[in-house]
């Protein structure tokens, strides 16, 4: 009986002894936790999505661009989602199917507040965005081919015009404002409607049009249409008078170019529009998933342009602009609070931006 508790004994004092050594081994893992381990990936998700327009476009390459990095250097895996624009991807946000997404400025603001193609299929109440980064600014401009013989906006009166992209608001609200630059109406040209950026220049090589109203530097497409006929950008009036006029239809500033690498289509100095694009989430998107992303583009921000040219101009310069056109994530202006980059000029804007829908 003896040898019997004995052994109960011996195999208690094992027992704890194994326990004791298991806890010991599992502590350290547990401090690190707190060091940048498990515990900073909390409230994040395993994945998120970046909608983007078409695979051909500018946008989708520099969403993609943006998913790569981030990926890399976050916990969380990122997929840049090729769409036909905000005009699909926006709707998403809301329940939760698209967490981010490319676009430019304008689109921004329309799709928040609801405004013009933006109106009805958000019953006029906008969609829950906030802005992540300001990030490069995209060149633009309307584009024919080089064989067409048109050198001038004056030389597409009577011209197969492609003026309204029924799945991009934005686009066609920059082909307005280039008609609208050079004092031309929509009765000084033939019409012509396609779905996206990319159907336009399409529609241009396979003769179907002769000018799309809109078209961006360093758009794939463009390369394809200087292949095929040449590629031609129509300047833009720098004139003040103009350049407000094409402001009323468009968010834009001018900037002149020239020809060289990477600006297929520029055929001698001309003027062209830019705009600057936007890396936006859900307003509902944690403020844990905003910090972690911004961080990740903001500490890994030379690899971006490793990516695609276009991405060496997302500079973290940029991130926090005094012209945005709707309000900052609470999760981005954390991160650049502690960057000392936040100051009180942008505490006003935010306030500004977020009363337009009070």
């Known amino acids: 009986m003896k040898k019997k508790y004995l052994l109960i004994t011996v195999c208690l004092l ?33 994945m998120l999505t970046i909608g983007t327009h078409a695979m051909s476009s500018l946008f989708n390459a520099m969403g993609s661009g943006i998913a790569t990095v981030a990926s890399k250097h976050t916990p969380v895996e990122v997929k840049a989602i090729a769409t036909s624009g905000p005009i699909e991807w ?81 686009i066609t609200a920059q082909s307005k404002a280039f008609l609208a630059n050079h004092n031309l109406t929509e009765d000084d040209v033939n019409v012509i409607s396609v779905p ?41 009036d720098p004139s003040p008078e103009a350049v407000e006029r094409a402001q009323k239809e468009f968010t834009l500033y001018p900037i002149d170019v020239e020809p060289g690498p990477g600006f297929t289509g520029v055929r001698e100095p001309i003027t062209m529009m830019a705009y600057d694009i936007y890396l936006v989430g859900r307003t509902d998107l944690s403020d844990e998933a905003a910090y972690t992303i911004v961080k990740a583009l903001w500490e890994n921000n030379e690899e971006l342009g490793a990516i695609h040219p276009r991405l060496k101009e997302w500079k973290t310069e940029r991130f926090v602009s005094e012209q945005a056109t709707i309000p900052y994530h609470p999760g981005a202006i954390k991160f650049y609070k502690e960057k000392g980059i936040w100051n009180e000029q942008m505490d006003a804007l935010q306030e500004e931006l977020l009363s337009l829908k009070q």
Do not use: H
């Open 14 to 46: 094992v027992l704890a002894l194994v326990m004791q050594v298991t806890g010991c081994a599992n502590k350290p893992e547990e401090e690190n936790i707190g060091a940048g381990g498990t515990e900073e990936a909390e409230g994040l998700p395993s």
């Open 196 to 236: 996206g950026i990319s159907d336009g220049v399409k529609a241009i090589i396979e003769r179907r049009a002769d000018c799309a109203g809109s078209a961006n530097i360093g758009f794939a497409l463009v390369e394809e249409l200087e292949a095929t006929r040449g590629a031609r950008f129509l300047g833009f």
């Open 90 to 170: 926006f709707p998403m946000f809301l329940n939760g199917e698209m967490d981010m997404g490319v676009l430019n400025c304008w689109d921004a603001k329309m799709g928040w507040l609801g405004q013009s193609d933006y109106g009805n299929i958000s019953q006029g109440k906008g969609f829950p965005v906030r802005l992540l980064t300001n990030g490069a600014f995209s060149i633009y401009s309307a584009v024919v081919a080089e064989d067409s013989g048109i050198k001038t906006a004056q030389d597409l009166k009577g011209k197969n015009f492609i003026l309204n992209y029924t799945g991009a608001a934005g």
